[in-house]
């Protein structure tokens, strides 16, 4: 049903096609369409057992799902055999040992069943190679499984390619297969069940028989070169008509030779070749032949570069073919790239020189070019129509192929490239040219230079080029009639063409040719210049005009911009009166050793001091009468002796320094290299004076009278003096008078003076001889200048000063009021030099100005080498001109600084500044350039490179005279070197000029040459085609190569050169070269009026032939890589290399170096760019570069370069790019079909190959680097089955080198991780498996340490099966499996430790499988581990340790005395201790010791190995110590305690029946009879002794019944006598008579002293054994009553006074057993006490026991009394937990804390302590009975420490002051009971009297609540007992 979302879910049953049907009205369905369902699926589908095999998920299974392999084809999570991982681009990796069902979880806990998984071991097979079309038998091993063999190119085995096949051959091994396929790379995959199939380890590599070309030209003799799998260079060839090798040969058999083979067939047709294959000598078919008639092509004329034309092939030429143009006959020298053919018709636009070229067509197959035919191509032909000249319009005749509907095409300006249109993308405006010329055809240039006539992009054709001349320029020139002028054009104006000066008022321009000044005068001479003499120009401006020399039918004036000036130079006429002196004003032109052309403007008046010469008569030729100057006024001051005389006033005007010789001569130039012409300034008459008389004198007028002075002075004032004379009385003011001052004019109220220059200050007015004058630096006259210290007036009114420093100063003078008075202000100026670098040595002055100098009067320089003036001289004597110029030269000798010093007549030498003297450069090693050749320039010399500015090549000169030529700069200056490329003709001669920083223009002439040739390059490469490059030539000019220097001979040529073209030659090198001769119009001879050498050959150099130039380098790099180029010495190149984006080498250098000389290696780092460049290498002569190698540079570099074939996907980091498609290509720059993509992200990829070879890596499709894919190593085990500890031998083969070191390594689990064992492949590696397990084997290469690749693994089995627990002294077996070459030393060593410091049990012995051993019982351990080490590794191996084993030991160890009787003393005796002093304990029943409750023992020392225990009823086990001080006990026995009891015989004496009353207290016993034997209490004589009296009749003993026993003895009994209780399984001592039967003579008898508590258990004997008389008896009554009394007596001195120990023998107590009394009862002990008794000595104190209780008590305490009694009470309170009190442990048995002493007998306060049976303030208040009546002060005992820190305290918790109680003297044991609280010492004092009100408190470290609370309270007093009859002591007391 379709859901809201127009949405329907089906779950379609399996895969293919379906139809969509949809429910229309009606119930109809119709189809809406078909859905594919694919079917999840995955390859491979068998993989190798235990190998981690990649497996890939088709297109229908989704990304990134969880995939998991289950034994259930339901797909049940619950029969997993892998946990469930996720897909990476559809790929898992599985690592199986059993096959199961592959299962894709499509959604959430949903999986789906793509297929089952087969799991197979590894096949192997043979042959690995195999030839095309021949049959291969394959002999397979491995797995006896295989079904089916195939061959893919898959590793998943899909896609067969040949196959499948049944195995088959004798043992069912072998197939065959007939390899008709494509050559290759094969997978052998194999069948290992239906339908799954596994490859095989390694590939299967097809090669071919097979040879070039394949195609071939029938009646044409060709050879074959046979290849590919071909190994015998002589085998042999048959060609046949059908694809069959048996079929009769329509040639041959034909041997070959050198693997070549010689075949002339002469019919066309397709033939197929069969070549022997020599180990059979079966032909095999190799490949088909194809025999075609004569390729040709149809005539079709002369193609023209640019135009489109169309080729058509002919003959057996094929369709739709490939064509070329080569400039060979082999066709491999391709010149165009490759065209395809539409049928037989081919278009080109032959971009290529003009010549002849080969047209060669591609074989249908590919497999050769064939030559079909010539073709001649021109290049286009474009001609200008006048000249080309920036800016004028120009007709262009284009050429004649032009297409009828013409051509869309623009002119494009070259600007820095050598062909426009290669770097046009859009053309910003087009013309359709035709051809005839048309108005359309009328074209304007923008700038001059090179124009490209390039067709429409894209792309764009350049079908010529044209240059377009600059305009006609000019130095604008001023000049004056009838002189001499040489006029400087620009660049770019023709030389050797006429030129006129025409007036610009004449129309038309210099089109119109009229009048007499427009008749062409003047020659462009070769340095650009043009001489005129100016006789019979008018005054005015002129136009230049130039002829173009373009057109033949005449010439073609064109008008330079720029005018010429011409002046009339002004001529004063004037006369002079003979002897008299009169200043003549003079005008004219004022520069003076200049060139004219610098200035423009009219005469003006001249400078003064400017020389003037006085000639006889009206010429400046005329004989020389005076000479002189002009003066300060620009005046000349004349004064002429004779009169009636013409003289004339000449001056200087400066002319061309390029005037020859000749022209100097004709036109009186003086002067070297500042050449001037002396021109007219003045005609002056000079005449007779004339004779006045003077009028007579006039008489004097009287003075008038004098004035009064008035009261104040007047101050001096600046008041014009008009005739210095001194003023009258009645002239009161100071006049200051001014003076000629240098330098400009200054403004009113101011003057200038010069530093060191004295001048003097006159003044006017009122002022007086005396009156004091000074220079002040304060216009208010404050203050002296040192140089102006006070000074008085002369009587001319003048006082002279002479400043020496530069600045402000103020004249001041001294009024009649006493006051200074400012006249006026002073500039002092100095004298410098503005410019100071001059070179050592320099043949050729600097000019230099002084400023100031002719101000100041200078008439010289000198530079001296000192800080001082006429010191050590470094120049001669420079004259000062008028103009302060000097011509500034320092000797060679100097030092770098000078100090220049102006000399002034009046005053001497003055320092002006100094000189920065620099060493002269000089041009080393430097051959003459060549045109257009590349010429590089070394300087020597220079001080300091940092201050060169530049470089330049000029002509003329290196200073203003001169000017750079084509080419030639300025350039910088690089570590001395600097480049041209000059365009200059041959034989012209060139400076080279170096210019410095301060130098503003100055240049020094470093060296001088003359241009060489007239062509580049020099050096062309053998057999290369190539291009020769002329200048521009002006006409048609042929050239040919000569084998002599007389150009008689031809090798080359000739051709013609055209007028207008680029100037290349197209130039293939032969073998040798030879001199280059040229022939035509364009060429000239030295000098500026040579011959045209239009007929003549002309030599203009010598063409060289180099050897191939070889280089080596890296064919690939990466960016930023640094890589080497290595080249080899050849004599015929040069010391430099470049990089270029192009294989001609013409494109600007990516990088370029010097080739260093002593190791030819160059280092290159190239910048980011990408694609191919070209290594190129320069000749010897520095003209050419030619190509040597070709570098691909990358875009990336790849993070990896090597990797593994046929392995799971390795995750890269690293990649240059953070996101990208990563592939992979056969070529480097990635332009093959690319393979194995995948996602670069985050910078990280996962790559896989499944073949080996070299690829090279594509990031985005870009060129990143090459991988080597290795084949997959093979791993090698030395057995099939490993065991833990058991050498193996791994080894891991590889069949190709890696790049760098590979190793293995091994390690635990089934992945690869960073730790294992390494080693190097190709050796065997001893590895030892430390533990059973998995273990992987992988492979790291040293260069890539994270990418480990796991090869297989294997199992460590269990080495050793050990047996879980070994039993001393009996044997026990480690079993070892059988291993080959395997033995070992074995030892069993205590604990789990192998080192030396274990205990050794057992070996060492040699063993190569299992072995039995026994360990003994000396030595105790817990453990035992067996230690191997192999023997064949050595003893450097660490020793293999099995799992602990549990050691038994069988000690042998018994006990006598299972049974006995329940609370009384009996005896056990261990049998077979190991010695005399070991240890025993008694504890609740269990089978291992220490883990019951312990029962203490008393050791009985009497007899060896004897104890005395006193066990209630139950069962017990008694540990043994198994050797003295071991602390290890050993279970040797249980004890069973039986429930008897026995009552106590009051009275027994001999001849007397006694009865007692035997109770079975709690064990049932049948059949038994009680006897008295002799003994001892707690031995074994019960057992042994033979019976005295037996208890007639058989008793059984139920629990809790009694039985009466009656006995007699009929005569007394010293020894000891046993009651005894005897059944069938039992002999139990159950009383004692300790001292016999008393001798009574059958009489009474007395009482005894032993009595026993037969209900408590316990026995007391205090008393002697010995009789007592009867008279004695009343006496015991007696004193029995009397030591009751002093018992009192004695518990109230005890009790209530503090009483010294007495000496003696003392009573211990001894509390043993556990007090549980059920009421509070006191329970009386009777003890007589009739003497002291000495503390036994022996284990057991059958005299010391406390009367115990046990649970099941249910009769209260009773009295027993006899003669006197000392009750001693215990009272506990009865709601009392069950406690134990007394001294629990033996280290606390023997600590008294308390003495109470009552008669002889002194009785210990025991230790008490204290458990209980829970933790925490709800447990019950408890009282404990303290030792002795007395008080105890609670402030001084706190009595109780918890173990978790609690303390006891008294019940209000705290002192009066709130702290807590803590006594030092509380003490805390924690013998680890978590029940323990503590123990508790109660010390008694005298003075306590009551038990407590109040209990004590133990509190924890944190709670508020108590933990436990205790009462303590008094014990009743001890009741004395009476004093027994003095006894004689027995040695058994």
């Given amino acids: ?840 040595g320099n043949p050729e002055p600097r000019y230099l100005t002084v400023e100031n100098g002719v101000e100041a009067g200078a008439t010289q320089v000198m530079v001296y080498d000192s800080e001082v003036c006429l010191g050590k001289a470094a120049s001669s004597v420079m004259p000062l001109g008028m103009d302060g110029v000097f011509a500034a030269m320092v000797f060679a000798s100097a030092s770098s600084k000078g100090l220049a010093c102006g000399y002034v007549p009046s005053v001497g030498y003055v320092p002006i500044g100094y000189t920065n003297n620099i060493p002269l450069p000089t041009v080393i090693g430097t051959d003459a350039p060549s045109r257009l050749v590349p010429w590089e320039v070394t300087l020597a010399g220079l001080a300091d490179i940092d201050q060169t500015i530049g470089i330049a090549v000029k002509r003329g000169g290196c200073n203003a005279s001169g000017y750079a030529v084509p080419g030639g700069g300025p350039k910088d200056i690089v570590h001395n070197k600097a480049t041209f490329t000059l365009n200059v003709e041959a034989d012209t001669r060139i400076e080279v000029c170096v210019s410095y920083r301060n130098g503003s223009g100055y240049m020094v002439r470093a060296a001088a040459f003359f241009m060489r040739s007239f062509f580049t390059p020099l050096t062309f490469l053998v057999g290369v085609n190539d291009t020769m490059m002329l200048g521009p030539l002006g006409a048609d000019t042929e050239l040919k190569i000569s084998d002599d220097n007389q150009c008689v001979g031809t090798v080359y040529g000739p051709v013609t050169v055209e007028a207008g073209s680029d100037g290349s030659v197209a130039y293939i090198a032969p073998t040798a070269g030879g001199w280059v001769c040229l022939k035509g119009a364009a060429l000239t001879g030295r000098g500026r009026n040579g011959a045209v050498l239009a007929d003549t050959w002309y030599e203009v150099g010598v063409v060289k032939v180099a050897q191939q130039f070889i280089v080596q380098s890296k064919s690939i790099v990466y960016p930023d890589e640094v890589f080497v180029v290595d080249v080899p010495p050849n004599p015929d190149r040069g010391g430099s290399i470049k990089i270029t984006a192009d294989a001609a080498c013409s494109t600007t250098a990516i990088a370029s170096k010097a080739i260093p000389a002593d190791t030819n290696e160059v280092q290159f780092q190239l910048p980011s760019t990408t694609g191919t460049v070209y290594i190129c290498v320069v000749t010897s002569d520095g003209t050419n570069w030619f190509e040597t190698a070709s570098v691909l540079l990358l875009t990336y570099k790849l993070p990896f370069d090597e990797s593994l074939c046929c392995v799971e996907p390795r995750e890269i980091n690293g990649f240059p790019v953070d996101s990208g498609t990563l592939s992979f290509s056969t070529a480097p720059q990635c332009t093959a079909p690319l393979f194995y993509p995948t996602n670069i992200s985050n910078a990280t990829a996962a790559v896989a190959f499944p073949v080996q070879g070299r690829l090279w890596g594509c990031i985005d499709g870009a060129p990143s680097g090459e991988v080597t894919v290795l084949s997959k190593p093979v791993l090698k085990m030395e057995y099939t089955t490993v065991y833990e500890a058991n050498p193996v031998g791994v080894e891991v083969t590889h069949e190709t080198e890696p790049v760098s070191a590979m190793n293995m390594y091994i390690g635990m689990g089934s992945n690869c991780s960073a730790s294992g064992l390494e080693g190097p492949l190709g050796t065997t590696i001893e590895y030892t498996p430390p533990t059973p397990g998995t273990y992987v084997v992988c492979v790291v290469m040293d260069r890539w340490p994270d990418y480990m690749v796991r090869l297989g693994g294997f199992d460590a089995n269990l080495f050793i099966t050990t047996v879980p627990r070994i039993v001393a002294t009996e044997p026990a077996i480690l079993t070892i499996p059988s291993i080959p070459s395997s033995s070992w030393s074995a030892e069993i060593r205590g604990g789990t430790s192998c080192t030396t410091n274990a205990p050794l049990l057992y070996g060492p012995v040699t063993v190569s499988t299992s072995f039995e051993f026994v360990i003994g019982n000396t030595t105790i351990v817990d453990a035992a581990v067996g230690c191997l080490r192999s023997l064949r590794a050595g003893n450097g191996a660490e020793p293999y340790k099995t799992p602990p084993m549990t050691v038994e030991y069988n000690w042998n160890i018994s006990i006598r005395g299972k049974d006995v009787a329940a609370n009384y003393p009996s005896p056990i005796d261990i049998v077979g201790a190991q010695g005399e002093d070991v240890g025993y304990f008694v504890q609740a029943y269990g089978a291992v010791c220490d883990e019951g409750q312990k029962v203490d023992v008393v050791k009985d020392n009497s007899t060896v190995n004897r104890v005395v225990v006193v066990l209630p009823t139950g069962h017990w086990s008694v540990c043994v110590e198994v050797a003295a001080g071991s602390g290890v006990y050993y279970m040797a026995g249980e004890v069973t305690s039986h429930g008897i009891s026995l009552d106590p015989v009051v009275s027994v004496s001999a001849c007397r029946n006694f009865s007692t009353i035997v109770t079975g207290a709690g064990t049932n016993i049948t059949s038994t009879y009680v006897d008295i034997r002799p003994g001892l209490p707690a031995t074994f004589a019960c057992c042994t002794a033979n019976p005295i009296v037996t208890y007639p009749g058989i008793m059984s003993l139920p629990i809790g019944t009694a039985i009466q026993a009656m006995f007699s003895f009929s005569s007394p009994i010293s020894s000891g006598l046993l009651f005894c209780l005897h059944s069938p399984s039992l002999c139990l001592e159950i009383g004692s008579l300790p001292h016999g039967i008393p001798d009574t003579s059958c009489y009474t008898p007395e009482p005894t002293v032993a009595v026993t508590d037969h209900r408590i258990g316990g026995a007391v004997d205090l008393t002697s054994s010995e009789k007592v008389s009867r008279v004695g008896l009343i006496l015991l009554i007696v004193g029995a009553i009397v030591l009751v009394l002093l018992c009192v007596f004695c518990v109230w001195r005890c009790f209530w006074q503090p009483q010294p120990k007495k000496k003696g023998q003392r009573l211990v107590q001894q509390n043993t057993n556990i007090i549980q009394p059920d009421t509070s009862e006191s329970v009386l002990y009777n003890i007589n006490a009739t003497r002291s008794i000495s503390r036994p000595t022996s284990a057991f104190n059958p005299q010391s026991y406390l009367a115990t209780n046990s649970p099941s008590l249910s009769t209260p305490s009773k009295f027993i009394n006899f003669g006197g009694t000392i009750s001693t009470h215990r009272t506990f309170d009865s709601t009392m937990t069950p406690r134990r009190l007394g001294a629990a442990r033996p280290d606390l048995v023997d600590t008294p804390v308390n003495e109470a002493t009552l008669g002889n007998v002194t009785l210990d306060v025991p230790q008490v302590s204290i458990y209980s049976s829970a933790e925490g303030p709800d447990v019950a208040l408890e009282r404990l009975v303290s030792g002795t009546p007395g008080s105890i002060d609670m402030g001084t005992y706190p009595l109780l420490q918890h173990p978790n820190s609690a303390v006891m305290m008294p019940d209000n918790g705290h002192h009066n002051d709130g702290s807590f109680y803590k006594s030092s003297a509380a003490s805390v044991y924690n013998p680890g009971s978590p029940r323990h609280l503590g123990q508790v010492y109660i010390p008694m004092s005298p003075s306590y009297t009551a038990p407590m009100t109040s209990p004590l408190h133990a509190y924890g470290a944190s709670t508020p609540n108590p933990l436990h609370s205790l009462y303590v309270v008094p014990p009743p007093p001890l009741q004395p007992a009476t004093t027994p009859r003095p006894q004689t002591a027995r040695p058994s007391d």
């Avoid at 023209?304 to 058509?312: A, L, N």
């Avoid at 359309?440 to 006539?453: K, M, P, Q, R, Y």
């Avoid at 006070?790 to 003048?798: F, V, Y």
Wanted: net charge negative.
């Fill in 1 to 840: 049903v379709v859901d809201s979302m127009g949405e329907v879910t089906f779950t379609a049953p399996r895969g293919g096609n379906f139809t969509v049907c949809v429910e229309k009205d009606g119930g109809a369905y119709v189809s809406a369409g078909e859905v594919v369902v694919d079917v999840m699926s995955f390859a491979p589908t068998a993989i190798l057992r235990t190998t981690q095999t990649i497996i890939q998920f088709n297109s229908a299974t989704p990304d990134n799902l969880r995939v998991m392999v289950s034994t259930a084809t339901s797909c049940d999570i619950s029969s997993k055999l892998t946990d469930p991982i996720s897909m990476f681009n559809r790929t898992v990796a599985l690592l199986l040992s059993t096959p199961g069902y592959v299962c894709v979880e499509y959604s959430p806990n949903t999986w789906i069943n793509a297929g089952r998984v087969t799991v197979s071991d590894p096949y192997d097979f043979s042959p690995r190679t195999a030839i095309k079309n021949d049959a291969v038998t394959l002999e397979v091993t491995g797995p006896d499984v295989r079904l089916n063999v195939a061959l893919s190119k898959s590793v998943f085995c899909q896609d067969f390619i040949l196959g499948p096949s049944p195995m088959g051959g004798q043992w069912g091994v072998t197939v065959t297969f007939t390899m008709n396929i494509p050559v290759g790379v094969y997978h052998v995959c194999l069948e290992v069940v239906t339908g799954s199939y596994i490859a095989a380890s390694g590939s299967l590599v097809l090669n071919a028989y097979t040879f070039t070309p394949t195609t071939v030209i029938a009646t044409v003799p060709d050879t074959l070169t046979l290849g590919g799998a071909v190994d015998d260079p002589s085998t042999s060839i048959t060609i046949h008509s059908s694809a069959s090798c048996t079929s009769t040969p329509v040639s041959g058999p034909i041997a070959a030779s050198q693997f070549k083979v010689n075949i002339d067939l002469q019919t066309s047709g397709e033939y197929w070749v069969c070549i022997m294959k020599p180990s059979t000598h079966v032909y095999i078919l190799s490949d088909m032949l194809t025999v075609s008639t004569q390729f040709g092509i149809a005539d079709t004329g002369v193609a023209v570069r640019g135009i489109p034309s169309e080729i058509i092939t002919t003959g057996g030429a094929p369709p739709d073919a490939l064509v070329k143009l080569t400039s060979d006959a082999e066709c491999q020298k391709q010149v165009v790239v490759p065209q395809q053919s539409e049928g037989h018709t081919v278009t080109f636009d032959f971009l290529v020189g003009q010549g002849q070229y080969r047209v060669c067509i591609e074989a249908a197959d590919g497999s050769r070019w064939v030559l079909a035919g010539v073709v001649e191509v021109r290049s286009y032909e474009i001609t200008p129509v006048g000249a080309l000249i920036d800016g004028r319009q120009s007709l262009m005749e284009y050429d004649p192929s032009t297409p009828e509907e013409g051509l869309n095409v623009t002119f494009v300006h070259r600007f820095l490239v050598s062909d426009a249109c290669a770097v046009l993308t859009q053309a910003e405006s087009l013309t359709v040219v035709s051809y005839p010329p048309t108005e359309e055809n009328i074209v304007t240039f923008a700038s001059a230079g090179t124009w490209d006539l390039c067709t429409e992009p894209p792309p764009s054709v350049r079908l010529g080029s044209v240059v377009v001349g600059v305009k006609y320029t000019f130095v604008p020139y001023s000049g004056i009639i009838d002189t001499p002028i040489v006029i400087l054009v620009g660049q770019g104006v023709p030389v050797g063409v006429t030129a006129f000066l025409q007036s610009i008022l004449e129309p038309g321009g210099c089109t119109s040719v009229d009048g007499n000044t427009t008749v062409p005068n003047a020659t462009i001479q070769a340095d650009r210049t043009a001489f005129f003499y100016l006789g019979g120009y008018s005054e005015g401006a002129y136009r230049l005009c130039i002829d173009s020399g373009m057109l033949d039918s005449g010439p073609e004036y064109i008008e330079a911009e720029g005018e010429v000036k011409l002046y009339k130079m002004t001529v004063i006429q004037d006369e002079v009166v003979a002897n008299v002196t009169k200043s003549i004003q003079l005008v004219g032109w004022p520069l003076l050793y200049e060139p004219q052309y610098t200035s423009e403007g009219p005469p003006k008046s001249l400078l003064k001091n400017f020389p003037v010469k006085v000639t006889n008569g009206t010429t400046c030729g005329a004989e020389i009468i005076q000479t002189t100057s002009t003066d300060l006024q620009r005046s000349v001051a004349l004064k002429m002796d004779t009169a009636d005389i013409v003289v004339t006033l000449c001056i200087p005007v400066a002319v061309s320094p390029y005037l020859t010789t000749q022209e100097r001569t004709q036109y009186s130039v003086e002067g070297g290299s500042s050449p001037f012409l002396w021109l007219q300034a003045a005609t002056i008459s000079v005449t007779e004076p004339i004779i006045i008389v003077p009028p007579p004198t006039p008489l004097p007028t009287p003075l008038p009278t004098p004035q009064p002075t008035p009261a104040s002075t007047p101050v001096p004032t600046l008041t014009a003096s008009p005739n210095g004379e001194t003023p009258g009385p009645t002239q009161v003011p100071v006049t200051y008078v001014p003076t000629e001052a240098p330098g400009p004019a200054p403004p009113s109220g101011e003057s200038t003076v010069i530093k060191y220059i004295p001048f003097t200050i006159k003044l006017g007015g009122s002022a007086s001889e005396g009156m004091s004058v000074k220079l002040s630096p304060s216009d208010t006259c404050n203050g002296t200048s040192p140089d102006g210290l006070e000074r008085e007036l002369n009587g001319s009114q003048q006082a002279t000063f002479t400043v020496r420093s530069e600045g402000t100063l103020y004249l001041c003078a001294l009024a009649v009021t006493s006051q200074w008075v400012m006249l006026i202000k002073y500039t002092v100026i100095a004298m410098r030099l503005p410019v100071n670098e001059l070179f050592l």
